[in-house]
């Protein structure tokens, strides 16, 4: 341990990777700049000087906060309102604030951001400077204020408030009266202007150089900041469904209100904190937050969307003109929308892909911020607090427990501070842990010590000593903030990280292991038109904004499948499954076994290859939805007849004939407008003269929209099948098929 404190000591003021003399006099700054002559060296080792302010590290530190998106929207099922509502449409009867903080809370977040002011200009607290908001709807006699009440119950429950005031106001520029963009001189305006009969406590003053709308932005601002308590953070979309007359935004003046008033809060969209680039809950593999910029984001007016996958990679580092640290808030909503619309169609996020999100995000150097919209009732949907619970214990019972307390190994990374560290040496960069039993453990979390030395670890690899030698469970790129590796279980005594390569020494702070219970996940079967079946995890039905990531997979590594294709119950002694089987016709039956632990039997009954099917005809198409994709053997697209379609037929050639004892109806799961509750089949054996086999219906499709079969009575020969709908659910007009099948006897 003394080598390791005397190591510690020489590289505190020696830097191995670069020259030392253009790195002796980097200072820790928060933006560094780059000078047309730095060499590569230089500006590396200046990227791993860049650190995050007091502001940013305690919004690190807030890792799962919480979205609230409420107002006229939530009324009118829009997404995005005109702000030519009439207040009135906001009907709410009655609110419940405390039970969104006991649910925000109970899932492990640490704040609440409100949007009391969205892009249609309606305000939810009292404001002075206009009467579009809560102040003329008939919640509470218009004397009612939600901003008031959050920031109650936020004090209540221990957690911190964030403000999303819109930039854009469409009612400021519908309004005949409007202040956006109305072509005002830029003169000299005293910030708060005064209203008679509504004094401010706050009696600090400002005076700017703006026009009529920044003026007007600054009032609320000073509004919000100054009379709901501690602000945390304030929220800047950069969202413009329609600009008028020009119109800027004098963000230096925004900035020093906000400075001055709300100290301790960061500012999102502009220097503090970033968009991750997605509203979908996409993660990049490796995030920094030291990146560059052109221009000095201390003193920028404009701050655009950064998007690239690349962002802060060495490559990125060397086209700027400075180096800033600003992290990422990884944004989506728990629901299909920002804005609540219902209960039936609106679905919801499944707990594991909320964890599974959690993980990826706050494990990922970001933050994570989850949007739960109120109902109708001012409440969150019973469905959204029942995910939100679920999430807060899994995230309790996974990370509660550390089981590296009391292992041995360097202190100052075993004591869960981000205080202390350890500077790993050249050439020995690794640090290990031997605990003083073999313990069970799937996930390790690593922190650098990010406000002392910054990002500096670029890749990284974990190793557990078992069988008598060092084996590799885990390996990936940064670390920064917080990265949280996941792995299949492993039971060992001695576990090893070994940086392989970083921006300067890198300073370890914290190394924790924790164990995941894996869960057997429900499984679903896919064939594609060659007959090749994927047996995969369940992938929950959500239509909006894919993440492209398969949570129950991401959750589910050392999950392992068996199968049977005999009839049998399938069980750890069956067919493993190990990838794609070919399976031509017949039932299939799948398990999922993590551990001792089984989950559900999965079972489906697979019918004809449709390799050579071909469409005959089609009563009407739309464009993007062709009668083909009724048979291309996915279910993610599906064919929609025209709404005007009398006859609603749909027919094929299966490419020979064959002796068939039922045929499957599976609706599209992404439009439920369409669904065949009755019709009939026909059949030919020359695709022009049309024999009736028989009708069929289907029950309780709108409540049920699963794919369903139909028996036939007698078993049917033929080459050439027709299928017609007679009556479509809930009385509507156009059919939409995502698959047929026919089974052969």
Same mark, same amino acid.
């Given at each position: 341990?003394?080598?390791?404190?005397?190591?510690?000591?020489?590289?505190?003021?020696?830097?191995?990777?670069?020259?030392? &003399?253009?790195?002796?006099?980097?200072?820790?700054?928060?933006?560094?700049?780059?000078?047309?002559?730095?060499?590569?060296?230089?500006?590396?080792?200046?990227?791993?000087?860049?650190?995050?302010?007091?502001?940013?590290?305690?919004?690190?530190?807030?890792?799962?906060?919480? !979205?609230?998106?409420?107002?006229?929207?939530?009324?009118?099922?829009?997404?995005?309102?005109?702000?030519?509502?009439?207040?009135?449409?906001?009907?709410?009867? /009655?609110?419940?604030?405390?039970?969104?903080?006991?649910?925000?809370?109970?899932?492990?977040? *640490?704040?609440?951001?409100?949007?009391?002011?969205?892009?249609?200009? %309606?305000?939810?607290?009292?404001?002075?400077?206009?009467?579009?908001?809560?102040?003329?709807? =008939?919640?509470?006699?218009?004397?009612?204020?939600?901003?008031?009440?959050?920031?109650?119950?936020?004090?209540? #429950?221990?957690?911190?408030?964030?403000?999303?005031?819109?930039?854009?106001?469409? %009612? &400021?520029?519908?309004?005949?009266?409007?202040? #956006?963009?109305?072509?005002?001189?830029?003169?000299?305006?005293?910030?708060?202007?005064?209203?008679?009969?509504?004094?401010?406590?706050?009696?600090?003053? !400002?005076? $700017?150089?703006?026009?009529?709308?920044?003026?007007?932005?600054?009032?609320?601002?000073?509004?919000?900041?100054?009379?709901?308590?501690?602000?945390?953070?304030?929220?800047?979309?950069?969202?413009?469904?329609?600009?008028?007359?020009?119109?800027?935004?004098?963000?230096?003046?925004?900035?020093?209100?906000?400075?001055?008033?709300?100290?301790?809060?960061?500012?999102?969209?502009?220097?503090?904190?970033?968009?991750?680039?997605?509203?979908?809950?996409?993660?990049?593999?490796?995030?920094?937050?030291?990146?560059?910029?052109?221009?000095?984001?201390?003193?920028?007016?404009? !701050?655009?969307?950064?998007?690239?996958?690349?962002?802060?990679?060495?490559?990125?580092?060397?086209?700027?003109?400075?180096?800033?640290?600003?992290?990422?808030?990884?944004?989506?909503?728990?629901?299909?929308?920002?804005?609540?619309?219902?209960?039936?169609?609106?679905?919801?996020?499944?707990?594991?892909?909320?964890?599974?999100?959690?993980?990826?995000?706050?494990?990922?150097?970001?933050? %994570?911020?989850?949007?739960?919209?109120?109902?109708?009732?001012?409440?969150?949907?019973?469905?959204?607090?029942?995910?939100?619970?679920?999430? =807060?214990?899994?995230?309790?019972?996974?990370?509660?427990?550390?089981?590296?307390?009391?292992?041995?190994?360097?202190?100052?990374?075993?004591?869960?501070?981000?205080?202390?560290?350890?500077?790993?040496?050249?050439?020995? *960069?690794?640090?290990?842990?031997?605990?003083?039993?073999?313990?069970?453990?799937?996930?390790?979390?690593?922190?650098?010590?990010?406000?002392?030395?910054?990002?500096?670890?670029?890749?990284?690899?974990?190793?557990?000593?078992?069988?008598?030698?060092?084996?590799?469970?885990?390996?990936?790129?940064?670390?920064?903030?917080?990265?949280?590796?996941?792995?299949?279980?492993?039971?060992?005594?001695?576990?090893?990280?070994?940086?392989?390569?970083?921006?300067?020494?890198?300073?370890?702070?914290?190394?924790?292991?924790?164990?995941?219970?894996?869960?057997?996940?429900?499984?679903? $079967?896919?064939?594609?038109?060659?007959?090749?079946?994927?047996?995969?995890?369940?992938?929950?039905?959500?239509?909006?904004?894919?993440?492209?990531?398969?949570?129950?997979?991401?959750?589910?590594?050392?999950?392992?499948?068996?199968?049977?294709?005999?009839?049998?119950?399938?069980?750890?002694?069956?067919?493993? #499954?190990?990838?794609?089987?070919?399976?031509?016709?017949?039932?299939?039956?799948?398990?999922?076994?993590?551990?001792?632990?089984?989950?559900?039997?999965?079972?489906?009954? $697979?019918?004809?290859?449709?390799?050579?099917?071909?469409?005959?005809?089609?009563?009407?198409?739309?464009?993007?939805?062709?009668?083909?994709?009724?048979?291309?053997?996915?279910?993610?697209?599906?064919?929609?007849?025209?709404?005007?379609?009398?006859?609603?037929?749909?027919?094929?050639?299966?490419?020979?004939?064959?002796?068939?004892?039922?045929?499957?109806?599976?609706?599209?799961?992404?439009?439920?407008?369409?669904?065949? /509750?009755?019709?009939?089949?026909?059949?030919?054996?020359?695709?022009?003269?049309? /024999?009736?086999?028989?009708?069929?219906?289907?029950?309780?499709?709108?409540?049920?929209?699963?794919?369903?079969?139909?028996?036939? *009575?007698?078993?049917?020969?033929?080459?050439?099948?027709?299928? &017609?709908?007679?009556?479509?659910? =809930?009385?509507?007009?156009?059919?939409?098929?995502?698959?047929?099948?026919?089974?052969?006897?």
């Amino acid at each position: 341990m003394k080598k390791i404190f005397i190591a510690t000591a020489l590289m505190a003021v020696v830097y191995l990777n670069a020259d030392a &003399q253009s790195i002796g006099t980097i200072k820790l700054q928060n933006t560094i700049p780059v000078s047309a002559t730095d060499s590569k060296a230089t500006i590396i080792a200046k990227a791993a000087h860049v650190v995050p302010t007091p502001n940013q590290l305690s919004a690190l530190k807030n890792e799962f906060i919480a !979205f609230i998106h409420f107002g006229p929207n939530t009324f009118t099922r829009m997404e995005w309102g005109s702000g030519k509502e009439d207040p009135k449409v906001f009907d709410l009867k /009655e609110l419940h604030t405390d039970q969104w903080c006991q649910s925000m809370k109970a899932a492990g977040m *640490k704040m609440v951001i409100i949007t009391v002011k969205h892009h249609d200009g %309606f305000v939810l607290w009292q404001s002075r400077y206009t009467t579009h908001g809560i102040m003329s709807t =008939g919640f509470e006699n218009g004397k009612g204020d939600i901003l008031k009440e959050l920031s109650a119950s936020c004090k209540k #429950y221990g957690l911190k408030l964030g403000i999303y005031l819109s930039p854009a106001d469409l %009612f &400021q520029i519908e309004s005949p009266t409007g202040l #956006y963009g109305n072509l005002s001189k830029v003169t000299k305006r005293s910030i708060p202007r005064q209203v008679s009969g509504r004094p401010f406590a706050n009696k600090t003053k !400002f005076e $700017f150089e703006v026009d009529d709308y920044n003026e007007y932005f600054l009032n609320q601002l000073f509004e919000v900041l100054t009379e709901y308590g501690q602000v945390d953070e304030v929220w800047f979309d950069g969202a413009t469904p329609k600009t008028k007359g020009g119109q800027q935004y004098n963000y230096a003046s925004w900035k020093k209100l906000i400075h001055t008033l709300a100290p301790k809060a960061v500012i999102f969209g502009k220097e503090d904190i970033r968009w991750c680039g997605n509203e979908a809950g996409a993660t990049r593999n490796t995030e920094w937050n030291v990146i560059p910029y052109i221009q000095n984001p201390n003193t920028a007016n404009n !701050f655009a969307d950064l998007t690239e996958a690349s962002l802060g990679s060495r490559d990125d580092l060397y086209k700027g003109k400075y180096l800033h640290y600003q992290q990422a808030e990884t944004n989506t909503s728990i629901r299909e929308g920002w804005f609540y619309r219902d209960d039936e169609k609106q679905k919801v996020r499944s707990t594991d892909d909320v964890f599974d999100i959690y993980e990826r995000a706050v494990g990922g150097n970001s933050t %994570f911020l989850l949007n739960i919209p109120p109902n109708r009732e001012g409440k969150f949907s019973p469905e959204d607090v029942k995910v939100l619970t679920e999430v =807060g214990k899994r995230i309790n019972e996974t990370y509660g427990k550390n089981l590296f307390t009391g292992a041995k190994g360097p202190a100052q990374v075993l004591d869960k501070s981000l205080n202390t560290y350890l500077l790993l040496a050249k050439p020995e *960069k690794s640090i290990e842990i031997t605990t003083g039993k073999p313990v069970t453990i799937n996930r390790i979390v690593l922190q650098e010590a990010i406000t002392s030395h910054g990002e500096r670890v670029e890749q990284h690899t974990l190793e557990a000593w078992i069988d008598g030698k060092w084996q590799e469970i885990a390996s990936t790129t940064n670390i920064g903030y917080k990265r949280i590796l996941r792995f299949p279980e492993v039971t060992a005594s001695k576990f090893r990280l070994k940086v392989l390569s970083s921006r300067a020494s890198p300073a370890i702070a914290t190394i924790e292991a924790h164990y995941y219970h894996t869960k057997p996940s429900q499984l679903q $079967f896919d064939r594609d038109v060659n007959g090749l079946l994927t047996i995969s995890p369940k992938t929950h039905e959500f239509g909006w904004n894919p993440h492209g990531q398969n949570a129950t997979e991401n959750l589910g590594k050392g999950v392992e499948i068996y199968y049977t294709t005999d009839g049998t119950e399938p069980t750890a002694a069956s067919k493993k #499954y190990t990838g794609p089987v070919s399976i031509t016709k017949g039932e299939i039956k799948a398990i999922a076994i993590a551990h001792k632990d089984k989950g559900s039997i999965a079972t489906e009954t $697979f019918g004809l290859i449709k390799k050579d099917w071909k469409l005959l005809t089609v009563s009407s198409e739309t464009d993007k939805n062709k009668g083909a994709m009724a048979f291309d053997a996915k279910k993610q697209t599906y064919w929609l007849s025209e709404a005007n379609d009398s006859r609603l037929q749909i027919a094929i050639d299966l490419g020979a004939a064959h002796n068939l004892s039922a045929f499957v109806y599976t609706p599209p799961k992404s439009f439920l407008d369409g669904m065949m /509750e009755k019709g009939i089949i026909q059949i030919s054996n020359d695709g022009k003269n049309w /024999e009736i086999v028989e009708s069929f219906e289907f029950g309780n499709l709108i409540n049920d929209p699963t794919a369903r079969t139909h028996y036939f *009575k007698k078993a049917v020969t033929a080459r050439y099948v027709q299928v &017609q709908a007679t009556t479509i659910a =809930g009385n509507k007009k156009a059919l939409a098929i995502a698959e047929l099948d026919f089974l052969e006897k």
